[in-house]
């Protein structure tokens, strides 16, 4: 089974993605920071990331330099979402393999996460 993990500081936000993605037949594991995530990614490296642009403690841009410093992370797909125009975000980092601009519907979140992954 293919692990997700979501970092997102709105709690209702990451609930929904979870049980969205959990019926889609994916492993879900959340974080509602950077340092969480960075820590659930050290556990064992998941498959995809769905990553917050800002976020306290550690932003998205942030775990998008830790990851690609980290060997066993470097190469994890990453998903940034935020409620900037992707222009913003993309003029402040760099790395993410989709974007998904806040608030998305579940339709357009499933087809990014398989058109990354492939189906679960």
């Keep these: 089974m ?21 019926d ?21 490296p ?3 990331v769905m990553l917050d642009f800002m976020m306290p403690l550690l932003d998205g841009p942030g775990v998008l330099r830790a990851m690609a410093g980290s060997p066993r992370l470097a ?7 935020s409620a900037m125009p992707e222009s913003f975000v993309r003029s402040r980092c760099d ?5 998904l601009r806040k608030p ?4 357009a979140m499933s087809a990014t996460v398989e058109g990354v992954l492939g189906p679960p």
């Design 75 to 81: 190469s994890v797909p990453v998903v940034m979402m």
């Design 95 to 99: 790395g993410y393999v989709a974007f």
């Design 104 to 107: 998305f519907d579940f339709g």
């Design 46 to 48: 998941p498959d995809l």
């Design 2 to 22: 293919k692990t997700i993990v979501v970092i997102d500081d709105e709690f209702g936000l990451v609930d929904v993605l979870a049980a969205s993605l959990s």
């Design 24 to 44: 889609l037949g994916y492993r879900v594991l959340t974080a509602s920071n950077g340092v969480q995530g960075l820590e659930k990614m050290a556990e064992q």
